[in-house]
C-alpha cells in the first residue's frame, strides 16, 4: 500500500510540474507552422500573450533517450538567450518542457521568415542582386561578432540558420553547435560542434572537421570554421 501511494503521489507530482509549461501557460499562443528549418527544430508564427504582439516561435521535440540531440538544443536556448546584436535573431524566451517520452523545447524571438519563404514572394521576382549583397553583408557582420568579438564559432551557417525579420534584415540563428574556440584544445570535454556536427551538410564543412583533426582546429584561426561555411552559404544564394 505504501508503495503504492508513493506512485500515486509521484504522478501527481510529475503531472503538476508537467502542467507548469503545458500549453495553456505557455506565455505565447502557437499559431501556423512555418516548417522545418534544421534537423529538429520547426518554426512556427506566434503571438506574445501579454500583449498579443507578432512573435516567432522556435520549436524541437527530442525523445527522452536522444541525449546528444538533447544537449544541442538546450545549448541553443542557452547561447541566443545571452546574445545581443544586430544580425543575431533577437530572443524573447525559451521554455523545456517533459513529458514521459519526450522533451519540447520552445525558443521565442522576434518575428523572423525562412530564406525560402523570403525569396518566394511574388515582390522579388527579377533581379535581387542588392537585396541578396545586402543581405549576405549583415549575416556576415554576425559572423564576424561571433569569431572575432566572442571568439565562438557558430558552426552551422547555412541556408537553414539564416533567418529574415520585419524589416527585411537577414540574421543568424540555430545556435546548437555554437562553441568555444579555445575549448577544441580540450578533448576531454567536447565542444558542442564536435558531437554535433555529423548534423550539418557535408559541403558545409572544411576538411579538418571531416578528419575530426580538433587540435588542428585549436591551433587554427578561430573564424576558420565559419569562414568556410559563409563561402558555401554565398555560393548557394
Not at 517520452?101 to 525560402?116: A, D, H, Q, R
Not at 545586402?134 to 566572442?150: D, I, P, Y
Request: charged letters at 20%; hydrophobic letters at 40%.
Amino acid at each position: 500500500r505504501g508503495r503504492a501511494l508513493g506512485r500515486v503521489r509521484g504522478g501527481r507530482m510529475f503531472a503538476k510540474i508537467t502542467s507548469l509549461v503545458s500549453g495553456g501557460s505557455l506565455p505565447f499562443t502557437i499559431g501556423e507552422d512555418k516548417g522545418p528549418v534544421w534537423n529538429w527544430w520547426s518554426l512556427h508564427a506566434g503571438k506574445w500573450k501579454e500583449n498579443d504582439s507578432p512573435v516567432s516561435i522556435f520549436k524541437a521535440v527530442i525523445p527522452l533517450n536522444e541525449d546528444k540531440k538533447l544537449e544541442l538544443a538546450r545549448n541553443s536556448m542557452k547561447r541566443l538567450r545571452g546574445l545581443k546584436h544586430p544580425s543575431i535573431v533577437s530572443f524573447k524566451d525559451s521554455v523545456e518542457n517533459t513529458d514521459r517520452s519526450n522533451v519540447t523545447f520552445y525558443i521565442v524571438t522576434e518575428p523572423v521568415m525562412t530564406l525560402k519563404a523570403f525569396f518566394e514572394h511574388e515582390e522579388l521576382r527579377g533581379d535581387i542582386t542588392e537585396i541578396a549583397a545586402w543581405g549576405l553583408k549583415t549575416v556576415s557582420n554576425g559572423v564576424s561578432f561571433l569569431n572575432n568579438e566572442c571568439k565562438l564559432i557558430h558552426g552551422n551557417v547555412c541556408f537553414g540558420s539564416v533567418f529574415v525579420s520585419e524589416q527585411l534584415d537577414w540574421k543568424l540563428g540555430i545556435f546548437d553547435l555554437l562553441s568555444e574556440h579555445k575549448g577544441f584544445a580540450n578533448a576531454i570535454v567536447p565542444q558542442p560542434f564536435m558531437t554535433g556536427s555529423s548534423y550539418v551538410s557535408p559541403h558545409y564543412l572544411p576538411g579538418e572537421v571531416h578528419n575530426r583533426d580538433w587540435q588542428a582546429i585549436a591551433d587554427g584561426p578561430q573564424w576558420a570554421i565559419d569562414s568556410w561555411g559563409l563561402g558555401c552559404f554565398i555560393q548557394e544564394i
